[in-house]
């Protein structure tokens, strides 16, 4: 814990309070004196006594708005690992109109090598997660402040009751709305984290999903749903479970998460 971050983020973190404050306090107990640390998402859900889902829009808004940086791991890294943060002082204003400097490397959302859930908290700490990476499932060309996301309960863009759509043209809708194709409280993030896949795990099998449907001219009413089947059935044989244990990687997935990284 640095005495030295907390103090900056409690006197000059320009915002309002509420949940994103909470979440700087949480990064800052376990940040070095450079305000680096690296926190599964899981852990950082229940330092501040949010839901997972929660947790990460606070996180991924705090990142676009510049007040953290992104500094290892974006993409995830090996199985097991975390992103790396890094709480940027040079943002801490103290004034509500200030704009935040130093944004090098931080990004809103990240690329399509999942969202991940993680196994621990930083520098010791006791909270633990599950294994995996802290990232949410989008689209690499687009980049989406999570906090303006449209409510889950809105049908996806260019769906309709009757309607069915390929996936490319699912995904072209999504991008040109400004949403993501699989939501950060999708129903199948609870699913995952409930049977012991990890964030990491989804990834691969989203990456996997697009590779067999986007040549295709497949049409599906609800390409949300397909791919929550694809998970819960492990249609690409990604992963295996045994008893009282996380998911490991087949041979196949394995492969599969070598390609996607």
């Not at 012991?196 to 795990?201: A, F, I, N, Y």
């Not at 999903?209 to 929550?228: C, E, G």
Request: charged share 20%; hydrophobic share 35%.
């Amino acid at each position: 814990m640095s005495i030295l971050v907390m103090a900056r983020v409690w006197q000059d973190y320009p915002g309002s309070g509420g949940s994103e404050l909470l979440a700087l306090l949480a990064l800052a107990d376990w940040s070095d004196d450079d305000g680096q640390c690296w926190p599964s998402m899981g852990a950082i859900a229940e330092k501040t006594r949010l839901s997972r889902s929660q947790a990460q829009r606070i996180v991924h808004g705090l990142i676009a708005d510049g007040f953290v940086l992104v500094v290892g791991n974006e993409a995830g890294g090996k199985p097991g690992s975390t992103r790396r943060y890094q709480i940027n002082l040079a943002a801490m204003t103290g004034r509500m109109d200030a704009t935040p400097t130093g944004r090098t490397g931080a990004t809103g959302s990240v690329h399509a090598t999942g969202r991940a859930s993680a196994a621990e908290g930083s520098h010791g700490c006791g909270e633990t997660g599950r294994t995996g990476a802290t990232q949410t499932i989008s689209e690499p060309s687009t980049t989406v402040n999570t906090r303006e996301q449209a409510p889950a309960s809105i049908p996806a863009p260019g769906k309709t009751k009757s309607e069915s759509q390929t996936l490319k043209t699912f995904l072209a809708s999504c991008k040109a709305s400004g949403v993501k194709p699989i939501p950060d409280d999708d129903p199948i993030f609870s699913y995952a984290e409930q049977v012991g896949l990890s964030d990491e795990m989804l990834a691969v099998a989203w990456a996997e999903f697009k590779a067999r449907y986007l040549p295709t001219a497949k049409r599906q009413k609800d390409w949300r749903q397909h791919f929550r089947n694809a998970v819960r059935r492990n249609w690409f044989s990604l992963w295996f479970l045994k008893a009282e244990e996380e998911a490991r990687w087949t041979t196949a997935g394995e492969q599969a998460r070598r390609i996607a990284a």
